[in-house]
C-alpha cells in the first residue's frame, strides 16, 4: 500500500508539473520535491523520465481512447451497411475526453492543459509518445470519416481531420481563463453540441477546386514522376 501511494503521488506531481512547465521544463528533481520522495523512488516505479511521462499519458489517454472506440464502434454498428452519422463519429471522438475534465474537477483543469501540452510540444520525444496514443486511434476514425463523406479526397479529409484535433486541442490548451472557462467544461453536453455543428459544417464543405496555377504544377509533378517510371529508351546510350 505504502509502494501503491508512493507512486501515485509521483504521478500527481508530473502531472502538474508537465503541465504547468512542459516536459523539457520539468526536472525529476522538482518531481521529487512536489511528491515528497526521493530521486530513487522515481528510479524504482518508473526507470527514466521519459518513462514517467508515458505512464502520466497513459494514465489519462488509454481509458479516454477506450471510450472514444466504444462510441465509435456503437455508431458503425447502428449504421449497419449505411454509412455512419458524421455528427456521432465526431461526439465519439469529441465527448471522452470533455467529460474526463468535467468528472475530475479541479484535476480536470490541469488535464486540459497537460494534454493540449502533449499535442503541441516540440520535443520529438513528446510527439513520438503522442503518436504511440493516437496514430491508431487517428486511423480508424479517418476510415469512419471517410465511410461518412465519400465524396471528400482523402487527402483533403486528412487536412480537414487535423483541424478537428486542432480545435479540440485549443480548447483543452486554453486554461489560462478562469470562472467561466470550467463553467463551459462543466457543460459538456453544450458544448459537444457545439464543437460537432461547427467541425461537420468544416468537413461536409466543398472541396476548394484548384487555381489554374496549382493545377498547372500538379500536371507538371505528375508528368516528371511519369518520366521518372517510364522505361529508358532502348535508342539512348551506346548503339554498336
Sequence with gaps: MAGTDTKQRILDAAERLFALRGFAGTSLRAVTREARVNLAAIHYHFGTKEDL????????????????????????AAAGSDPPSLEAILKSFIAPD??????LGERGLIITRFLGRSYT????MVQALSREHY???????????????PEVPHAELYWRFKLVVGVLTYILADT?????YAEELSDVDGTVRRLVAFLAAGLRAPVPTPRRQ?????????RAAQARSAPDDPRD????
Design 176 to 180: 489560462d481563463r478562469t470562472g467561466g
Design 121 to 124: 510540444e516540440p520535443a520529438e
Design 53 to 76: 511521462l508515458r505512464a502520466v499519458l497513459s494514465r489519462i489517454v488509454i481509458p479516454v481512447n477506450r471510450e472514444r472506440l466504444e462510441m465509435l464502434e456503437q455508431v458503425e
Design 98 to 103: 470533455l467529460r474526463l475534465i468535467r468528472d
Design 135 to 149: 496514430e491508431e486511434l487517428g486511423q480508424r476514425f479517418m476510415e469512419a470519416f471517410a465511410r461518412a463523406l
Design 237 to 240: 546510350g551506346d548503339t554498336k
Design 214 to 222: 496549382d493545377r498547372a504544377k500538379e500536371g507538371a509533378s505528375s
